[in-house]
């Protein structure tokens, strides 16, 4: 499973970006069945947690961070997860990664929130937010 991240860019502080996340795979999958979480990170610190959603779409999670101001989402028929990213701030300039995890049917509903559940990375997209 092969995960691509595009959608960043530089922006000023207070613009937004959306960031997209599609998987693909030369072997049978299916994305439905993948929860999907946004990490960043920026120079000098550690991986962080953004959002996450759901095999179904129906739950998600935010950081502290990000609440009010990211939306993520999924189509399962376009095999993509978006990051509508809102009034952007120069502390939200980073490299973002999107990961997802395959999970059985138990846990469609199940949030993700930490990076050493998910099994497939995507390549990060650079987020630079200038003041």
């Known amino acids: 499973l092969q995960l691509q991240a595009s959608g960043g860019g530089w922006v000023q502080s207070g613009g937004s970006l959306r960031l997209s996340c599609a998987g693909s795979?030369?072997?049978?999958?299916?994305?439905?069945?993948?929860?999907v979480g946004w990490f960043r990170q920026a120079p000098g610190k550690e991986r962080e947690a953004v959002a996450a959603?759901?095999?179904?779409?129906?739950?998600?999670y935010y950081a502290d961070s990000a609440k009010g101001r990211f939306t993520i989402s999924r189509d399962n028929t376009k095999n993509t997860v978006w990051l509508q990213m809102n009034r952007l701030d120069p502390d939200d300039t980073a490299v973002y990664y999107c990961?997802?995890?395959?999970?059985?049917?138990?846990?469609?509903?199940?949030?993700?929130?930490?990076?050493?559940?998910?099994?497939?990375w995507g390549q990060g997209t650079l987020v630079t937010v200038s003041s």
């Open positions: 990961a997802m995890k395959g999970v059985t049917s138990a846990y469609y509903e199940r949030i993700y929130r930490h990076d050493y559940y998910y099994s497939y």
């Open positions: 795979s030369a072997s049978p999958w299916t994305f439905e069945t993948h929860a």
């Open positions: 959603i759901s095999c179904s779409g129906r739950n998600t």
